[in-house]
């Protein structure tokens, strides 16, 4: 199982952690905060307050071990780009980093950061996708073709187990999480039926999500 660290616990941080978790993945979630990190500790594996600058407190906590390391620090943009060399110099395989602007992204792409996300931008380009696609709930771009989506199950699945859907050769899409209701099902079996008001958490390439579109 892949293992996410998350440097920064605002509001962006917060929602990034919390959905990693909810999604079965094992997140730390690192800030300056004690009242942050008071606030996300239940919601996400392990939680620590610490300085995400001091290279010392980072490999301590041993974030070379871990797959992805998440930097959302706000408005301090250099305490962002020294977070984000830290966890490359540390061997972090893969950092994302959460930019103000394109000349702060331009410096954490020249500080190792692997990916670079604009928060406003990317949520603009949410909402339209959302506009354009009834059954489409939230979409999460993690590189350039390759997306985690939140869908409403179309009616013709109702009543019909993943097994029977063969969701992967139609559609080229993987289910990765199955919520009904208050409950969320996040090892999801080929026997497990799919219910009407059911919302799939699916993962696939951006090509193979839009045929799911054109089918709501």
């Known amino acids: 199982m892949r293992q996410f660290v998350v440097i920064g616990c605002g509001r962006f941080g917060t929602s990034v952690a919390e959905t990693l978790y909810s999604l079965g993945y094992d997140v730390l979630a690192i800030d300056k905060s004690d009242e942050r990190i008071q606030e996300i500790s239940t919601k996400v594996t392990h939680a620590v307050q610490a300085d995400a600058i001091d290279e ?3 490999r301590t906590l041993g974030i070379r071990n871990f797959d992805v390391a998440v930097v959302t620090i ?5 305490a962002s780009i020294m977070a984000t060399l830290i966890a490359k110099e540390l061997g972090v395989k893969n950092v994302i980093a959460k930019a103000q602007n394109e000349l702060h ?6 500080a190792g950061a692997d990916r670079v996300v604009f928060p406003e931008r990317d949520m603009g380009m949410r909402v339209a996708r959302n506009l354009v696609s009834s059954n489409i709930l ?3 771009e993690f590189a350039p073709d390759y997306s985690i989506v939140e869908i409403s199950a179309i009616e013709e699945w109702e ?5 029977d859907l063969q969701l992967p050769m139609k559609y080229g899409i993987n289910v990765i999480a199955i919520k009904h209701g208050q409950d969320i099902n996040i090892r ?4 497990d039926v799919i219910q009407n008001g059911d919302i799939l958490i699916v993962i696939g390439d951006n090509k193979d999500l839009k045929k799911i579109e054109k089918n709501s």
């Open 159 to 163: 009543g019909k187990t993943l097994l």
């Open 188 to 191: 999801p079996y080929a026997e």
């Open 105 to 110: 992204g331009r410096v954490l792409e020249k």
């Open 74 to 78: 706000g408005s301090n943009i250099q």
């Open 138 to 140: 939230d979409y999460i």
């Open 56 to 58: 010392n407190t980072l």
